[in-house]
């Protein structure tokens, strides 16, 4: 009987030791990450896209040959501080729940008239696209710190958060997958990217507060429209349209679930 309880005694031991181990290592592996992305911080090829954003801004284009000073993105014509932090938001201009993107369409049609089609139909990192994307940069970095506050007064705001909820959970495709098979649950990793759960506020600017980022992996700036596009590609559905009721909706579902949580974009990604 002695013999058997040391026995245990042993194999108990030894059960905690090797479960210490693998915590260390887990902390470790965990701490390494975070000082790869600190070093990744440094020098964030991101600021290359805000000048650039900034100098659309301003700069008059298009057939109209004007500038977007007096682009209304939910707080005024050219009021941009802020703004990001806010969107997607109904506006009764076009009677629609716009992100920041969708909501750069309009004002490029409006006061620059340059054609919706030139951005929706085109290519990622080419064109109006492109400009688009560097004038989000821009935009959604003078909200950087800010805490995101998304509305949801208007029937449309709630209707959208429904719909983009409704959306996350959906599961299809060859994978059966969903943005929740990803996002729904704590603690989930793919190679040394964490996947944060997206139906609360995350924190630490990892999840919706996180997007504008420039993507190391392909020397690309994503704005938030590319990040949930992408998503829809890696689960084999068919990509949403830029600037779709699709990816809006999701975007209202994820801004309002970040209530609270600071932007921290442009951020650096993998």
């Given at each position: 009987m002695q013999i058997r309880k040391l026995?245990?005694?042993?194999?108990?031991?030894?059960?905690?030791?090797?479960?210490?181990?693998?915590?260390?290592?887990?902390?470790?592996?965990?701490?390494?990450i975070e000082e790869y992305r600190e070093m990744l911080q440094?020098?964030?090829?991101?600021?290359?896209?805000?000048?650039?954003?900034?100098?659309?801004?301003?700069?008059?284009?298009?057939?109209?040959?004007?500038?977007?000073?007096?682009?209304?993105?939910?707080?005024?014509?050219?009021?941009?501080?802020?703004?990001?932090v806010e969107l997607p938001r109904h506006?009764?201009?076009?009677?629609?729940v716009q992100d920041l993107e969708s909501r750069l369409i309009t004002c490029m049609q409006t006061l620059q008239g340059i054609d919706p089609k030139e951005i929706i139909k085109g290519q990622w990192g080419r064109g109006e696209r492109a400009n688009t994307t560097a004038l989000a940069t821009w935009i959604a970095a003078q909200s950087k710190g800010m805490a995101f506050n998304l509305p949801q007064s208007h029937a449309q705001e709630r209707t959208m958060y429904e719909v983009g909820k409704r959306l996350f959970f959906q599961r299809?495709?060859?994978?059966?997958?969903?943005?929740?098979?990803?996002?729904?649950e704590e603690g989930k990793r793919i190679r040394l990217q964490d996947l944060p759960l997206l139906t609360k506020a995350p924190g630490d600017g990892v999840g919706f507060a996180a997007w504008p980022a420039y993507r190391v992996s392909?020397?690309?700036?994503?704005?938030?429209q590319h990040r949930l596009n992408d998503c829809y590609r890696q689960q084999r559905f068919p990509e949403p349209d830029f600037a779709s009721d699709v990816t809006v909706a999701l975007g209202v579902y994820l801004g309002v679930n970040?209530?609270?949580?600071?932007?921290?974009?442009?951020?650096?990604k993998r």
């Open positions: 026995s245990l005694a042993v194999v108990a031991l030894g059960l905690m030791a090797s479960s210490g181990a693998v915590l260390a290592q887990e902390k470790t592996s965990i701490q390494a440094d020098g964030n090829p991101a600021e290359l896209f805000e000048a650039k954003g900034e100098e659309l801004w301003k700069k008059p284009r298009g057939p109209k040959n004007a500038s977007l000073e007096k682009c209304d993105l939910g707080k005024g014509p050219g009021v941009v501080k802020g703004a990001f506006f009764k201009d076009t009677n629609k299809g495709g060859p994978h059966d997958f969903a943005c929740a098979s990803c996002h729904g392909n020397g690309q700036m994503w704005s938030m970040a209530k609270g949580d600071k932007s921290a974009v442009p951020t650096i």
